[in-house]
């Protein structure tokens, strides 16, 4: 393969989780009285680490969040993904083709590292990911656009940023990717294709990926 390292990103390419936890989320923001549709979640906090959050609600009103306000969220995500949450369609599919190749592969997160084990244990996806090849945001200072979680991840796993692909489904992470150096492709699943410009190419569903990674 052309490609030394695939990087997934986790939320929306592995698991199926941006419907159930922008819902949540956009529920919650409603409650603590920052009106927020699903729509509204999905734009501005899709494929972003939840200080994002914390950071436009202080930018838009002034106000702080409650200190509880990420144990709360992520309670009520985890529980959600408890009984609802499965794999994107056509992943195990794709991560076996990856193993049967030999091609490294990794996953660099948005969400908290507990975020990705939850998910992860949930969907069976945890016997493709061992704890070292799993990245979060909180293992380095910014977040998604900020390209530093995907150089971490390049980084730790002895790869150069440009030898390096990104699968992404968000506009946050198609702009980590790009800054980073780094070839990305976009899921369009969600996310149309129109609003993930700049991404190396577009695909949307996982049977397309391995072809392209070729």
Known sequence: MRYE??????????VDSEPLSNTILAAYLTELGHPTTYEDSLRDYMGAA????????RERTGQQLPADFDDI??????????????PVEGVPEVLGKLVADGQP????SSGSHERIRVGHRK???????APAIVFSAQDVGR??????????AADRMGT???RCVVVEDSPLG??????????????????????LQGATGYFSSMAELPELLA
């Open 143 to 152: 977040g998604k656009p900020a390209p530093d979680l995907f150089l971490h």
């Open 123 to 129: 969907t069976g996806l945890d016997r493709w990911f």
């Open 73 to 86: 969220l992520h309670s009520r995500v985890f529980a959600a993904f408890e009984r609802e949450l499965g």
């Open 174 to 195: 198609v702009a980590a990717a790009r800054a980073a150096g780094m070839d990305v492709y976009a899921f369009t699943a969600m996310t149309p294709a129109e609003k």
């Open 50 to 57: 939840v200080h994002r959050v914390h950071d436009l609600v």
């Open 105 to 108: 592969y990794c996953v660099a």
């Open 5 to 14: 390292l695939v990087i997934f990103d986790n939320d929306g390419v592995l």
């Open 160 to 162: 150069d940023p440009a």
